[in-house]
């Protein structure tokens, strides 16, 4: 990959450029997708108790595979893994616009969350090690304002595009916005040293957060659609894995 001199001052804004994109998709995409349900109601002809695991698919795969994917980074060079991060979410991006069923919809946002989680937990330590001194202040709070204008813009962005383009145009976006910030990244973003490569990636606290969050969230969303008490019962499972997760790190 192509490597950047660190006295190159202009570069390093470049590169900022390229780190500002990509997190604003991530979280763009938390909630730009609000405002496209009804119309997806209508298009995939089901309910919106249906439609939630649109927006659950994303959620919570990205809040599961965060704390890996910076390991991931630490591991193998945070650039790299930044860059896989995007293709995976422009590709994702672009099956989500394609979809022309609900299974295939909630599978491609799963996939987008795994790219996503990529861009947002691997931004800032790519701030950190591409700006030194005063800069790096100011890098860090240009990023942490597109972090807040990308939660906050995107039921405005999302409303705009699904009355003028339809629903697909919330993830078609992402496509040129990703192949920009790819290129980009690849010329000016520098690597950073793999500090890690011999440590071994906990893939059982991993599983156990993973599928302590999901059964949590399932639990939550199905207590509301049943008349009985079945739907409480992954809630309950929910409470139980962290225990399970610290039980098991004790031996």
Known sequence: MTEVKSGSSKNKWIALIAMSLGVFMALLDVTVVNVALPTMAVDFNTT????????????????????????????????????????????????????????VLIAGRALQAIGGAGLNSLSMALVASNFEGKSRGTGMGILGSVIGLSTASGPLVGGYLVETFGWPSIFFVNVPIGIIAFALSWKYVKETPSYGKGQKIDFLGMLLSGAGLFTLV????????????????????GGCWPELFCWLSLF
Request: aromatic residues 12%; positive net charge; charged residues 10%.
């Open 48 to 103: 919106f108790s249906n439609l939630q695991w649109v927006l659950n698919a994303y959620t919570i795969v990205f809040a599961s595979i965060l704390l890996i994917v910076s390991k991931l980074g630490d591991m193998y060079g945070r650039k790299k893994i930044f860059m896989i991060s995007m293709v995976i979410f422009v590709v994702a991006s672009a099956i989500n616009g394609l979809a022309t069923s609900l299974p």
């Open 218 to 237: 399932y639990g939550l969303i199905e207590k509301n659609n049943t008349l009985t008490g079945a739907g409480q019962i992954p809630v309950l499972w």
